[in-house]
């Protein structure tokens, strides 16, 4: 697995955002905010916006996850073709 410049513990998951993912997460950030802060869960089955009054998820976009030996799970596309 890789490793960022900030940690030593390894990347896990990569989240590409389209434009339109990017302009979901602005739309509706005062509705998912906690105290300036919009939390992402992040499953086999994509990116999901937290709801922190009623704990409900709303799907953001795809996720790549990464297994032990670096390779990318891909889940649907290519990540190549989100960027």
């Known amino acids: 697995m890789k490793s960022n410049a900030f940690s030593s513990r390894p990347i896990t998951v990569f989240a590409n955002f389209t434009r339109d993912m990017a302009e979901t997460l602005a739309n509706v950030f005062t509705h998912y905010e906690d105290e300036g802060v919009v939390t992402l869960e992040v499953t ?40």
């Open 44 to 83: 086999c089955r994509g990116l999901w916006l937290v709801n922190p009054l009623n704990n409900s998820r709303q799907f953001l976009g795809q996720a790549v996850l990464q297994e032990p030996c670096g390779q990318p799970i891909q889940w649907g596309k290519s990540p190549r073709t989100l960027q």
